[in-house]
Protein backbone atom coordinates (compact mmCIF):
# COMPACT_ATOMS: atom_id res chain seq x y z
CA UNK A 1 0.00 0.00 0.00
CA UNK A 2 1.04 3.38 -0.63
CA UNK A 3 2.14 4.68 3.00
CA UNK A 4 1.30 8.41 2.17
CA UNK A 5 -2.58 7.01 2.15
CA UNK A 6 -2.47 5.60 5.55
CA UNK A 7 -3.56 7.77 8.14
CA UNK A 8 -2.64 6.63 11.71
CA UNK A 9 -5.89 6.58 14.43
CA UNK A 10 -6.22 9.86 16.81
CA UNK A 11 -3.07 11.41 15.88
CA UNK A 12 -3.81 15.16 16.77
CA UNK A 13 -4.75 13.49 20.15
CA UNK A 14 -1.85 10.84 20.90
CA UNK A 15 0.66 13.98 20.02
CA UNK A 16 -0.93 16.20 22.11
CA UNK A 17 -0.70 13.47 25.15
CA UNK A 18 3.04 12.71 24.41
CA UNK A 19 4.63 15.56 23.75
CA UNK A 20 5.20 17.51 26.66
CA UNK A 21 6.72 14.43 28.30
CA UNK A 22 9.05 14.57 25.21
CA UNK A 23 10.22 18.05 25.24
CA UNK A 24 13.81 17.72 26.54
CA UNK A 25 16.75 16.96 23.80
CA UNK A 26 17.81 13.37 24.45
CA UNK A 27 14.04 12.28 25.69
CA UNK A 28 13.33 8.76 24.54
CA UNK A 29 9.85 7.54 23.20
CA UNK A 30 9.66 3.76 22.35
CA UNK A 31 6.83 2.81 19.58
CA UNK A 32 6.06 -0.59 20.44
CA UNK A 33 3.72 -0.47 17.17
CA UNK A 34 5.65 0.86 14.48
CA UNK A 35 3.39 0.09 11.71
CA UNK A 36 4.40 2.72 8.42
CA UNK A 37 5.37 5.25 11.25
CA UNK A 38 2.03 7.46 11.18
CA UNK A 39 2.31 8.33 14.49
CA UNK A 40 6.23 8.16 14.35
CA UNK A 41 6.61 11.04 11.83
CA UNK A 42 3.67 13.36 14.06
CA UNK A 43 6.11 12.52 17.25
CA UNK A 44 9.33 13.74 15.71
CA UNK A 45 8.38 17.19 13.78
CA UNK A 46 6.18 17.85 16.94
CA UNK A 47 9.27 16.85 19.05
CA UNK A 48 12.81 18.00 17.72
CA UNK A 49 15.19 16.39 20.60
CA UNK A 50 12.95 13.73 20.72
CA UNK A 51 14.90 10.42 19.99
CA UNK A 52 12.73 7.18 18.82
CA UNK A 53 13.02 3.39 18.95
CA UNK A 54 10.83 2.45 16.58
CA UNK A 55 9.43 -1.66 17.35
CA UNK A 56 7.56 -4.00 15.15
CA UNK A 57 7.32 -7.58 15.03
CA UNK A 58 6.42 -7.32 11.20
CA UNK A 59 9.69 -7.18 8.59
CA UNK A 60 7.92 -5.25 6.00
CA UNK A 61 6.41 -2.43 8.40
CA UNK A 62 10.51 -2.42 9.39
CA UNK A 63 11.39 -1.64 6.22
CA UNK A 64 8.38 0.75 5.29
CA UNK A 65 9.33 2.75 8.20
CA UNK A 66 12.79 2.89 7.89
CA UNK A 67 12.19 4.65 4.33
CA UNK A 68 9.66 7.28 5.04
CA UNK A 69 12.38 7.88 8.27
CA UNK A 70 15.17 8.79 6.55
CA UNK A 71 14.46 12.21 6.96
CA UNK A 72 15.20 11.67 10.89
CA UNK A 73 17.40 8.51 10.67
CA UNK A 74 19.91 10.56 13.30
CA UNK A 75 17.23 10.55 16.28
CA UNK A 76 15.55 6.96 15.29
CA UNK A 77 16.54 3.40 15.66
CA UNK A 78 14.53 0.94 14.65
CA UNK A 79 13.96 -2.78 16.17
CA UNK A 80 12.36 -5.58 14.25
CA UNK A 81 11.11 -7.48 17.28
CA UNK A 82 7.85 -8.02 19.80
CA UNK A 83 7.03 -5.83 22.35
CA UNK A 84 7.43 -7.42 24.77
CA UNK A 85 11.04 -7.74 24.28
CA UNK A 86 11.47 -4.16 25.28
CA UNK A 87 13.01 -4.55 28.30
CA UNK A 88 15.96 -6.04 26.59
CA UNK A 89 15.55 -3.60 23.73
CA UNK A 90 16.01 -0.74 26.22
CA UNK A 91 19.11 -2.10 27.94
CA UNK A 92 20.82 -3.04 24.82
CA UNK A 93 20.10 0.47 23.84
CA UNK A 94 21.56 2.18 27.18
CA UNK A 95 24.68 -0.30 26.79
CA UNK A 96 25.69 0.71 23.95
CA UNK A 97 25.14 4.11 24.13
CA UNK A 98 22.09 5.11 21.77
CA UNK A 99 19.75 6.43 24.53
CA UNK A 100 21.20 7.78 28.37
CA UNK A 101 19.85 6.08 31.27
CA UNK A 102 16.03 7.04 32.42
CA UNK A 103 15.45 8.69 29.58
CA UNK A 104 12.02 6.82 28.78
CA UNK A 105 9.74 9.57 28.22
CA UNK A 106 7.36 7.86 26.09
CA UNK A 107 5.64 5.10 25.07
CA UNK A 108 3.14 4.39 22.05
CA UNK A 109 0.90 1.12 21.83
CA UNK A 110 -1.55 1.55 18.58
CA UNK A 111 -2.64 -2.44 19.24
CA UNK A 112 -3.88 -4.81 16.63
CA UNK A 113 -3.38 -5.88 12.48
CA UNK A 114 -2.49 -2.72 10.18
CA UNK A 115 -3.86 -1.51 7.21
CA UNK A 116 -0.82 -2.26 4.99
CA UNK A 117 -1.00 -5.81 6.98
CA UNK A 118 -5.00 -6.06 5.71
CA UNK A 119 -5.08 -4.99 2.77
CA UNK A 120 -1.61 -7.10 1.40
CA UNK A 121 -3.05 -10.30 0.06
CA UNK A 122 -0.33 -12.16 0.88
CA UNK A 123 -0.70 -12.32 4.23
CA UNK A 124 -4.02 -14.21 4.97
CA UNK A 125 -5.35 -11.32 7.38
CA UNK A 126 -8.42 -10.67 4.70
CA UNK A 127 -11.38 -12.87 4.57
CA UNK A 128 -12.33 -10.95 1.20
CA UNK A 129 -9.34 -11.76 -0.88
CA UNK A 130 -7.96 -15.31 -1.12
CA UNK A 131 -3.99 -15.90 -0.32
CA UNK A 132 -2.56 -18.60 1.90
CA UNK A 133 -4.10 -18.84 5.39
CA UNK A 134 -0.90 -17.01 7.46
CA UNK A 135 -2.36 -14.35 9.58
CA UNK A 136 1.62 -13.57 11.26
CA UNK A 137 2.57 -10.23 12.31
CA UNK A 138 5.93 -12.02 12.15
CA UNK A 139 5.97 -14.13 8.96
CA UNK A 140 9.50 -15.30 10.29
CA UNK A 141 8.24 -17.69 12.80
CA UNK A 142 5.84 -18.97 14.78
CA UNK A 143 2.01 -20.85 13.88
CA UNK A 144 0.31 -20.15 11.00
CA UNK A 145 -3.66 -19.82 10.74
CA UNK A 146 -3.46 -22.87 8.89
CA UNK A 147 -1.54 -24.86 11.31
CA UNK A 148 -4.35 -23.87 13.89
CA UNK A 149 -7.32 -24.56 11.49
CA UNK A 150 -5.75 -28.03 10.37
CA UNK A 151 -4.25 -28.81 13.77
CA UNK A 152 -6.49 -27.48 17.13
CA UNK A 153 -9.04 -30.28 18.91
CA UNK A 154 -12.87 -29.10 18.02
CA UNK A 155 -13.10 -27.93 21.51
CA UNK A 156 -10.10 -25.64 21.56
CA UNK A 157 -10.97 -24.22 17.88
CA UNK A 158 -14.93 -23.28 19.40
CA UNK A 159 -13.34 -22.01 22.64
CA UNK A 160 -11.18 -19.75 20.10
CA UNK A 161 -13.52 -18.18 18.24
CA UNK A 162 -16.20 -18.06 20.93
CA UNK A 163 -13.68 -15.67 23.26
CA UNK A 164 -11.46 -13.91 20.80
CA UNK A 165 -14.44 -13.45 17.97
CA UNK A 166 -17.74 -13.41 20.51
CA UNK A 167 -18.79 -15.48 17.63
CA UNK A 168 -22.10 -17.34 18.88
CA UNK A 169 -21.88 -20.33 15.85
CA UNK A 170 -18.34 -21.24 17.27
CA UNK A 171 -19.28 -24.87 17.89
CA UNK A 172 -21.18 -25.38 14.81
CA UNK A 173 -18.02 -23.57 12.74
CA UNK A 174 -15.72 -25.76 14.63
CA UNK A 175 -17.38 -28.97 13.91
CA UNK A 176 -17.82 -28.00 10.03
CA UNK A 177 -13.78 -27.11 9.80
CA UNK A 178 -13.26 -30.32 11.50
CA UNK A 179 -15.64 -32.37 8.92
CA UNK A 180 -14.20 -30.49 6.22
CA UNK A 181 -10.56 -31.01 6.73
CA UNK A 182 -10.83 -34.52 7.13
CA UNK A 183 -11.34 -34.49 3.07
CA UNK A 184 -8.47 -31.71 2.79
CA UNK A 185 -6.23 -29.50 4.53
CA UNK A 186 -7.95 -26.18 4.68
CA UNK A 187 -5.19 -24.05 3.22
CA UNK A 188 -7.10 -20.42 1.63
CA UNK A 189 -8.88 -17.68 2.88
CA UNK A 190 -11.74 -18.24 0.55
CA UNK A 191 -12.07 -21.64 1.90
CA UNK A 192 -12.12 -20.82 4.91
CA UNK A 193 -14.83 -18.20 4.71
CA UNK A 194 -17.28 -20.50 2.49
CA UNK A 195 -16.73 -22.91 5.56
CA UNK A 196 -17.35 -20.77 8.11
CA UNK A 197 -20.82 -19.10 5.81
CA UNK A 198 -22.20 -22.67 5.37
CA UNK A 199 -21.90 -23.48 8.84
CA UNK A 200 -23.99 -20.83 10.12
CA UNK A 201 -28.00 -20.76 9.86
CA UNK A 202 -29.41 -19.25 6.54
CA UNK A 203 -31.05 -16.41 8.81
CA UNK A 204 -27.84 -15.08 10.07
CA UNK A 205 -26.07 -14.91 7.03
CA UNK A 206 -28.58 -12.43 5.46
CA UNK A 207 -27.56 -9.52 8.74
CA UNK A 208 -24.72 -8.07 9.74
CA UNK A 209 -22.15 -8.24 7.40
CA UNK A 210 -19.39 -11.07 6.47
CA UNK A 211 -20.02 -13.99 8.44
CA UNK A 212 -16.64 -14.44 8.31
CA UNK A 213 -15.09 -11.51 10.14
CA UNK A 214 -15.51 -12.29 13.40
CA UNK A 215 -13.84 -16.19 12.62
CA UNK A 216 -10.68 -14.32 11.36
CA UNK A 217 -10.68 -11.65 14.19
CA UNK A 218 -10.28 -14.70 16.43
CA UNK A 219 -7.87 -16.50 14.37
CA UNK A 220 -5.73 -13.73 14.52
CA UNK A 221 -5.53 -13.25 18.11
CA UNK A 222 -4.72 -16.69 18.76
CA UNK A 223 -2.16 -16.97 15.93
CA UNK A 224 0.09 -14.03 17.50
CA UNK A 225 -1.07 -14.57 20.80
CA UNK A 226 -1.87 -10.75 21.14
CA UNK A 227 -3.61 -10.95 24.47
CA UNK A 228 -1.02 -12.82 26.35
CA UNK A 229 1.50 -10.79 24.63
CA UNK A 230 -0.34 -7.39 25.73
CA UNK A 231 -0.80 -8.65 29.08
CA UNK A 232 3.50 -9.47 29.31
CA UNK A 233 4.33 -6.22 27.31
CA UNK A 234 2.74 -3.67 29.14
CA UNK A 235 3.57 -3.91 32.86
CA UNK A 236 7.19 -4.68 31.35
CA UNK A 237 6.82 -1.43 29.56
CA UNK A 238 5.38 0.85 32.17
CA UNK A 239 8.34 -0.23 34.65
CA UNK A 240 10.65 1.16 32.25
CA UNK A 241 8.95 5.04 32.01
CA UNK A 242 11.15 7.32 33.72
CA UNK A 243 8.62 9.85 36.23
CA UNK A 244 7.13 12.24 34.22
CA UNK A 245 6.59 10.21 31.16
CA UNK A 246 3.68 9.15 29.29
CA UNK A 247 2.07 6.00 27.95
CA UNK A 248 -0.87 6.12 25.40
CA UNK A 249 -2.17 3.28 24.23
CA UNK A 250 -5.07 2.79 21.31
CA UNK A 251 -6.56 -0.12 21.41
CA UNK A 252 -9.61 -2.06 18.92
CA UNK A 253 -11.61 -4.35 20.61
CA UNK A 254 -12.95 -4.51 23.81
CA UNK A 255 -11.05 -7.36 25.33
CA UNK A 256 -7.36 -5.74 24.35
CA UNK A 257 -9.22 -2.77 25.61
CA UNK A 258 -9.93 -4.61 28.88
CA UNK A 259 -6.42 -5.93 29.42
CA UNK A 260 -5.03 -1.90 29.01
CA UNK A 261 -7.49 -0.22 31.38
CA UNK A 262 -6.64 -3.13 34.23
CA UNK A 263 -3.33 -2.27 34.30
CA UNK A 264 -3.56 1.66 34.25
CA UNK A 265 -6.52 1.47 37.08
CA UNK A 266 -4.55 -0.31 39.28
CA UNK A 267 -0.87 1.55 38.74
CA UNK A 268 -3.12 5.12 39.45
CA UNK A 269 -5.19 3.62 42.41
CA UNK A 270 -4.75 5.01 45.68
CA UNK A 271 -3.92 2.54 48.09
CA UNK A 272 -3.65 4.26 50.98
CA UNK A 273 -6.42 3.28 54.40
CA UNK A 274 -9.24 5.45 53.75
CA UNK A 275 -9.35 7.71 56.92
CA UNK A 276 -5.50 8.64 57.21
CA UNK A 277 -4.89 13.10 57.25
CA UNK A 278 -1.87 11.98 55.46
CA UNK A 279 -1.47 9.60 52.67
CA UNK A 280 1.53 7.21 53.13
CA UNK A 281 4.29 7.76 50.76
CA UNK A 282 4.12 3.99 49.68
CA UNK A 283 0.62 4.23 49.05
CA UNK A 284 0.19 6.82 47.01
CA UNK A 285 -0.16 5.50 43.21
CA UNK A 286 2.65 5.60 40.37
CA UNK A 287 0.73 6.77 37.74
CA UNK A 288 -2.40 9.13 37.09
CA UNK A 289 -4.76 8.41 34.60
CA UNK A 290 -4.78 11.39 31.64
CA UNK A 291 -7.91 9.76 29.83
CA UNK A 292 -11.32 9.66 31.66
CA UNK A 293 -12.47 6.07 30.34
CA UNK A 294 -11.76 5.42 26.60
CA UNK A 295 -11.43 8.45 24.00
CA UNK A 296 -13.03 7.50 21.20
CA UNK A 297 -12.64 9.18 17.87
CA UNK A 298 -15.07 11.80 17.07
CA UNK A 299 -17.85 10.93 13.78
CA UNK A 300 -15.84 12.99 11.37
CA UNK A 301 -12.37 10.82 11.98
CA UNK A 302 -14.96 7.54 12.22
CA UNK A 303 -16.19 8.83 8.80
CA UNK A 304 -12.83 9.16 6.85
CA UNK A 305 -10.74 6.48 8.18
CA UNK A 306 -12.67 3.31 8.66
CA UNK A 307 -9.86 1.32 10.88
CA UNK A 308 -10.24 4.55 13.68
CA UNK A 309 -14.08 3.47 14.40
CA UNK A 310 -13.46 0.98 17.36
CA UNK A 311 -10.06 3.21 18.90
CA UNK A 312 -10.50 3.37 21.83
CA UNK A 313 -7.36 5.39 23.80
CA UNK A 314 -6.19 5.47 27.26
CA UNK A 315 -3.28 7.40 28.76
CA UNK A 316 -1.70 7.74 32.06
CA UNK A 317 1.52 9.58 33.45
CA UNK A 318 4.17 8.34 35.80
CA UNK A 319 4.19 10.44 38.91
CA UNK A 320 6.12 8.10 41.38
CA UNK A 321 9.24 5.63 40.74
CA UNK A 322 8.05 3.23 42.76
CA UNK A 323 5.25 0.95 42.81
CA UNK A 324 2.48 1.98 44.95
C1 LIG B 1 -2.08 -0.48 13.98
S1 LIG B 1 -0.50 -0.82 13.38
C2 LIG B 1 0.46 0.56 13.89
C3 LIG B 1 0.36 1.75 12.97
C4 LIG B 1 1.29 2.87 13.36
N1 LIG B 1 0.93 3.48 14.63
C5 LIG B 1 1.33 3.94 12.28
O1 LIG B 1 0.99 5.10 12.57
O2 LIG B 1 1.72 3.62 11.16
C6 LIG B 1 0.02 -2.06 14.47
C7 LIG B 1 1.42 -2.59 14.22
O3 LIG B 1 1.79 -3.35 15.36
C8 LIG B 1 2.55 -4.45 14.94
N2 LIG B 1 2.45 -5.46 15.98
C9 LIG B 1 1.38 -6.21 16.31
N3 LIG B 1 1.67 -7.02 17.33
C10 LIG B 1 2.96 -6.77 17.66
C11 LIG B 1 3.84 -7.29 18.66
N4 LIG B 1 3.46 -8.24 19.54
N5 LIG B 1 5.09 -6.78 18.73
C12 LIG B 1 5.49 -5.81 17.87
N6 LIG B 1 4.71 -5.30 16.90
C13 LIG B 1 3.46 -5.77 16.80
C14 LIG B 1 1.95 -4.85 13.63
O4 LIG B 1 2.88 -5.56 12.85
C15 LIG B 1 1.56 -3.50 13.01
O5 LIG B 1 2.54 -3.03 12.15
Do not use: W
Not at 123 to 130: K, S, T
Not at 154 to 173: M, S
Amino acid sequence: MDSDKHVPVLAGRVTALLAPALAAEGAVLVDATLGRAGHAVALLEACPGLLLIGVDADVAAIEEAGQRLAPYAARVTLVHARYDEIPDILAAATRNGTIGPDRVMGLLFDLGVSSPQLDEPGRGFAYAQDAPLDMRMDQTSGRTAADIVNGYPAADLARVLRDYGEERFARRIADAVIRERARTPITSTQRLSAIVKDAIPAATRRTGGNPAKRTFQALRIEVNDELGTLRRALPAALDELAVGGRVVVLAYHSLEDRIVKTELVRRAADHAPPGLPITADAATPQFRLLTRGAERPDSTEAASNPRATSARLRAAERVRQEAA
